[in-house]
């Protein structure tokens, strides 16, 4: 939250969740989501994590190497903030495995 005190435009969020259990990391997320929300600000995440990317993002776009390119690039507004719809997170994952066929996690 500390980081929001200064209103950024842009903060950028490397695993920022990798070290918590999962009740906290919940809490937290719902915390950034408001947080960003209510500041305007733009959130770019690097994560290795499906669930924290549909919870935070409107967009994933996974990157590939050998040489570095874009993988796949999938719209998640839709399926933002339902962290209880378990459908609807299956759905996401599926949609993002088709980037991680590339091997890229």
């Given at each position: 939250?500390?980081?929001?005190?200064?209103?950024?435009?842009?903060?950028?969020?490397?695993?920022?969740?990798?070290?918590?259990?999962?009740?906290?990391?919940?809490?937290?997320?719902?915390?950034?989501?408001?947080?960003?929300?209510?500041?305007?600000t733009?959130?770019?995440?690097?994560?290795?994590?499906?669930?924290?990317?549909?919870f935070?993002?409107?967009?994933?776009?996974i990157?590939?190497?050998?040489?570095?390119?874009?993988?796949?690039?999938?719209?998640?507004?839709?399926?933002?903030?339902?962290?209880?719809?378990?459908?609807?997170?299956?759905?996401?994952?599926?949609?993002?495995?088709?980037?991680?066929?590339?091997?890229?996690?």
């Amino acid at each position: 939250a500390r980081c929001f005190s200064l209103s950024p435009k842009l903060l950028v969020l490397d695993e920022p969740f990798s070290a918590l259990d999962n009740n906290t990391k919940e809490e937290i997320l719902k915390v950034v989501i408001r947080l960003a929300d209510e500041n305007s600000t733009t959130l770019i995440l690097i994560t290795h994590n499906l669930r924290d990317t549909m919870f935070l993002s409107d967009r994933c776009i996974i990157i590939g190497d050998n040489p570095t390119s874009i993988v796949s690039d999938v719209n998640l507004k839709a399926h933002r903030n339902h962290p209880n719809q378990e459908s609807e997170v299956k759905l996401v994952e599926e949609i993002l495995t088709e980037g991680l066929r590339h091997g890229i996690f």
